[in-house]
């Protein structure tokens, strides 16, 4: 269709909302319409448009009171009657479409015999509320062609004029797919019987456009029966689309309609596609089951259950967790045995989704009988999700015991993302446990639930471990219940205390307070770590030694210092050296007056290029300008020069702007 001048919605707006112009003159006056209609008649694009502006003031006052529509009426024919340009008869059609009645049809029937102005004759020709409009395009529809032929079909389809059923039929079948496409489209909007006889009589097209077509239109047709109340002409409609030599989307979209004009919500017909297996229709029947609010119906659907694929299975589980009703959470429980994996984790996602405290009993069962990780983390996960606050948290305490032992860690977590704190008793009786299994996520649990207030309880299971294998987790638990302790006092108070509590003899619960002891930061700690570094037991000489590296400040510095120069541990020596290299290097976003003296010391107890290159690399992030000669002092060294030149570079460009001669000293040596 020819594109008008103006986008016609938006000229009905602006005709409609746009009050009159202060300057417009009354549209009575018959010699101003006049010689503005033959102004118009001249306009082409580019022009002086204030012609058309004042017949578009006619035009508002027209529509703000009928009784001048016909003189503008008649205006506007006589300008797509005569020789107007083609700007000015796309402009009185356009404001014909508004205006017009049965007396502009024979002039606007004219202009659907040119194949140039068909488009703007049926822009006025489609909303014209005259029978005459609907005859005029009937009539000129047979001698269109191309283009032109579906501009008329358009117009047709779009005014719903029955009269063109007939015709419309016919060139459904036309060589031209364009225009047969625009034929059926045009049926699907008339919809009436003759039309919806016309639809569902046609043979079934080769071309996937025409099928398109097809459908839409027939989808229209049923539409248009249910927005008139006639849902049992519709519902024939969409029956017939259901048959299984119709495209699948075709098939599931008539379903969902089915569904939705259903008196029982559609639970009959839901029930039918399921006994039925349909695997396209299956799908759509399972996501409204939802919808169905009949009472019972949950334990309907949940009988069809058994006899489904397993995929669907998986379906109507995620659908019957959405169901309040205690049929529905039976189902669910039901499948937790079912030998189909998936079937069976989709069961447990979903009671974990929708259950409550009933539903601690099955999923525990579910879980002693996993026998991988993956459902063991489904079976967790769904026991952390359960309704029921403190009653579900206490019927897992109280069975969690039963559970064979290395099952019970995924209780423990399930509760720790619970937040159950009436849980904290069941998980440090566990971590007295022998078994590694218990101990370890019993521990790892306690970090999550245990307050401060809870901390020295947690140390002492620390102390009393009794399976080894799990004491490196024992000590990383409770160093995090220990940090929560906000006082760094009470922190090194209550390890120091119990380490002063152990009993002879307690070698490795020692060891492992002794670890413990960086985590309090201050001095008492470390007074009680310094000694144990010298102490005549190898296992506390390790341990004390580790934690020292482990220590946060430069408080630990003469103590890492004494062991970096003494010849009779490799391992540890290597250890104070890194720490105290770290330690440094952190020092050097605060120069201090110490960091140069640090530095000396560092390089005076190195005893080989490995020695020397971790310092360089602290070395090298220095910023003060003490630190070049240093660094320029190992040049000599060929086998760490590379090394030693890049912390050069380094510190050279860092003290560059407040000490440019230190720098290019510096620099020169590199040449």
């Known amino acids: 269709m020819n594109s008008p001048s103006l986008p016609l919605l938006g000229l009905l707006s602006f005709c409609l909302l746009a009050p009159p112009r202060a300057d417009a003159e009354p549209a009575a006056l018959s010699a101003d319409l006049a010689q503005t209609i033959t102004a118009a008649a001249a306009y082409d694009s580019g022009q002086d448009m204030s012609p058309l502006r004042h017949l578009e003031d006619l035009a508002r006052a027209a529509i703000a009171d009928p009784a001048q529509r016909p003189a503008l009426e008649a205006g506007l024919t006589q300008l797509i009657s005569g020789d107007a340009t083609f700007e000015a008869k796309r402009f009185a059609c356009q404001y014909l479409g508004i205006l017009g009645s049965a007396e502009c049809v024979p002039a606007l029937a004219k202009l659907l015999a040119n194949d140039t102005t068909t488009g703007m004759a049926c822009l006025a020709l489609e909303p014209n509320p005259a029978p005459t409009a609907g005859e005029a395009l009937c009539q000129a529809l047979v001698a269109a062609r191309g283009l032109s032929q579906v501009q008329i079909i358009n117009a047709l389809g779009n005014r719903r004029e029955a009269p063109a059923a007939a015709p419309l039929a016919r060139l459904t079948q036309s060589a031209d797919v364009e225009v047969a496409t625009a034929a059926i489209a045009a049926l699907g909007k008339i919809g009436d019987e003759p039309a919806r006889h016309t639809l569902a009589t046609l043979p079934k097209p080769t071309d996937p456009r025409l099928q398109a077509a097809l459908t839409d239109a027939i989808l229209r047709t049923a539409e248009q029966l249910v927005a008139r109340g006639d849902a049992k002409a519709a519902a024939r409609i969409y029956t017939g689309m259901l048959a299984p030599t119709q495209p699948p989307n075709l098939r599931r979209g008539a379903l969902r309609a089915l569904l939705a004009l259903d008196r029982d919500g559609g639970e009959q017909r839901i029930l039918k596609v399921l006994r039925a297996a349909d695997p396209v229709l299956s799908p759509v029947a399972i996501a409204a089951m939802g919808r169905v609010s009949t009472p019972g119906a949950a334990g309907r659907?949940?009988?069809?259950?058994?006899?489904?694929?397993?995929?669907?299975?998986?379906?109507?589980?995620?659908?019957?967790?959405?169901?309040?009703?205690?049929?529905?959470?039976?189902?669910?429980?039901?499948?937790?045995?079912?030998?189909?994996?998936?079937?069976?984790?989709?069961?447990?996602?979903?009671?974990?989704?929708?259950?409550?405290?009933?539903?601690?009993?099955?999923?525990?069962?579910?879980?002693?009988?996993?026998?991988?990780?993956?459902?063991?983390?489904?079976?967790?996960?769904?026991?952390?999700?359960?309704?029921?606050?403190?009653?579900?948290?206490?019927?897992?305490?109280?069975?969690?015991?039963?559970?064979?032992?290395?099952?019970?860690?995924?209780?423990?977590?399930?509760?720790?993302?619970?937040?159950?704190?009436?849980?904290?008793?069941?998980?440090?009786?566990?971590?007295?446990?022998?078994?590694?299994?218990?101990?370890?996520?019993?521990?790892?649990?306690?970090?999550?639930?245990?307050?401060?207030?809870?901390?020295?309880?947690?140390?002492?299971?620390?102390?009393?471990?009794?399976?080894?294998?799990?004491?490196?987790?024992?000590?990383?638990?409770?160093?995090?219940?220990?940090?929560?302790?906000?006082?760094?006092?009470?922190?090194?108070?209550?390890?120091?205390?119990?380490?002063?509590?152990?009993?002879?003899?307690?070698?490795?619960?020692?060891?492992?307070?002794?670890?413990?002891?960086?985590?309090?930061?201050?001095?008492?700690?470390l007074d009680a770590l310094t000694p144990a570094s010298a102490d005549a037991d190898a296992r506390v000489r390790d341990a004390a030694t580790r934690a020292l590296a482990d220590w946060p400040t430069l408080a630990a510095w003469e103590a890492l210092r004494h062991i970096y120069e003494q010849p009779d541990s490799p391992a540890h020596r290597a250890l104070a050296l890194r720490a105290l290299v770290r330690l440094q290097g952190e020092a050097n976003a605060q120069p201090s007056p110490g960091l140069i003296d640090r530095y000396q010391q560092l390089l005076a107890g190195a005893r080989d290029d490995g020695d020397y290159k971790l310092v360089l690399g602290a070395l090298g992030a220095a910023t003060q300008p003490e630190a070049l000669p240093l660094a320029t002092g190992l040049l000599a060294r060929s086998s760490i020069r590379a090394e030693a030149a890049q912390a050069v570079r380094r510190i050279a460009e860092a003290v560059r702007a407040t000490n440019p001669q230190a720098a290019e000293a510096a620099l020169e040596q590199l040449k």
Do not use: H
């Not at 413990?516 to 008492?524: H, I, S, T, Y």
């Open 301 to 525: 659907f949940a009988r069809t259950l058994p006899a489904l694929p397993a995929a669907e299975q998986v379906w109507m589980i995620e659908a019957l967790a959405q169901r309040p009703e205690a049929d529905a959470r039976a189902a669910l429980q039901a499948q937790l045995t079912a030998t189909d994996t998936p079937v069976r984790r989709a069961a447990i996602r979903a009671l974990g989704a929708r259950g409550g405290v009933e539903a601690v009993a099955p999923l525990l069962t579910t879980l002693g009988r996993a026998t991988d990780d993956a459902e063991y983390r489904e079976v967790e996960a769904a026991l952390a999700g359960l309704a029921g606050d403190q009653a579900t948290d206490l019927a897992l305490i109280d069975r969690a015991p039963a559970l064979p032992e290395d099952k019970r860690g995924y209780v423990f977590f399930a509760l720790a993302e619970r937040g159950s704190r009436p849980a904290l008793p069941l998980l440090l009786g566990a971590s007295e446990s022998a078994n590694p299994a218990v101990v370890q996520p019993a521990l790892r649990a306690l970090t999550t639930l245990a307050t401060p207030a809870d901390a020295g309880a947690v140390l002492a299971k620390l102390v009393e471990l009794k399976a080894p294998a799990a004491r490196v987790d024992a000590e990383d638990a409770t160093r995090l219940v220990l940090l929560k302790v906000p006082d760094p006092a009470a922190r090194s108070a209550l390890v120091c205390r119990t380490l002063g509590a152990l009993p002879a003899g307690s070698i490795e619960a020692r060891c492992s307070l002794l670890q413990l002891l960086p985590a309090c930061g201050d001095q008492q700690a």
